[in-house]
């Protein structure tokens, strides 16, 4: 007998009332997100924080080469999200080719996709968007002056790829744990959530420390992995909701 999944008691008012769950997971983040990053790149609060760090570390990027940020977060950080992708790929071979519980099978299948279309659509608009890094600008040391993201850049100007954290996609892409936990366990879906926004932060904060990303560069990828991870899991939750051959000629 195959192990069936624990009655999805998080999906029920989903789908009663599919308005309350767009709200909570697409209207919420929207009205959080968009104003915060509008007030960070638009509104200054990116150079005011970068300030405080650079003026923490004795006015260079003292932690750009430390240990602690390259070799223990940013390389084995990299290496540790790879890790769990590579876990998750096998783990959905296994059971598409022998597992028996079809919402388990569609969950890892979805978990494969959003980490790797995440990662992925974080990388693409880098080498699609030029922006400096902190530590590329004059006000902190660099050769480059400021260049808004929506600003006509100088003829000439080099084009660096630092927008949106790439870095930091290798935690947050990990928020479709999150929904992953709606599929298939409900009650896990706030462990899921914990481990995405913990290793977001944990990239982004470290690749901020080194001046490497302005936090406004975090909170445009966090914004685009959680979308792309509930588009993903709408995508998902219609195909389970789907009678199968078997339940149809029945």
Not at 46 to 70: C, I, K, M, S, V
Not at 185 to 192: D, F, L, N, S, T
Not at 205 to 215: D, K, V
Request: proline share 5%; with cysteine.
């Amino acid at each position: 007998m195959p192990v069936r999944p624990l009655a999805p008691a998080g999906l029920a008012a989903h789908r009663a009332q599919p308005w309350q769950f767009l709200l909570a997971h697409l209207g919420l983040p929207l009205a959080i997100g968009v104003p915060l990053f509008a007030l960070l790149m638009g509104g200054g609060g990116d150079q005011w924080l970068a300030d405080q760090l650079y003026r923490l570390e004795g006015g260079h990027w003292a932690l750009q080469n430390a240990w602690a940020t390259t070799a223990l977060v940013h390389r084995a950080g990299k290496w540790l999200s790879t890790l769990g992708a590579l876990l998750a790929i096998l783990l959905c071979f296994h059971h598409w080719r022998r597992g028996r519980d079809r919402t388990l099978r569609w969950a890892l299948l979805y978990v494969v996709v959003a980490v790797a279309l995440g990662t992925g659509l974080v990388s693409l608009l880098k080498a699609h968007l030029p922006m400096e890094c902190p530590w590329d600008l004059l006000r902190y040391g660099g050769h480059e002056r400021f260049v808004g993201l929506f600003d006509t850049r100088p003829a000439g100007m080099p084009s660096n790829a630092c927008f949106p954290a790439g870095h930091a996609s290798a935690g947050y892409a990990w928020l479709s744990l999150y929904f992953f936990a709606l599929l298939w366990r409900p009650q896990w879906r706030w462990a899921g959530l914990t481990i995405g926004v913990a290793g977001g932060l944990l990239f982004g904060i470290s690749q901020q420390l080194r001046g490497a990303h302005f936090l406004s560069h975090d909170v445009a990828t966090a914004l685009l992995c959680w979308l792309l991870s509930l588009g993903l899991y709408l995508l998902v939750r219609w195909q389970l909701d789907r009678p199968t051959r078997q339940e149809a000629r029945a």
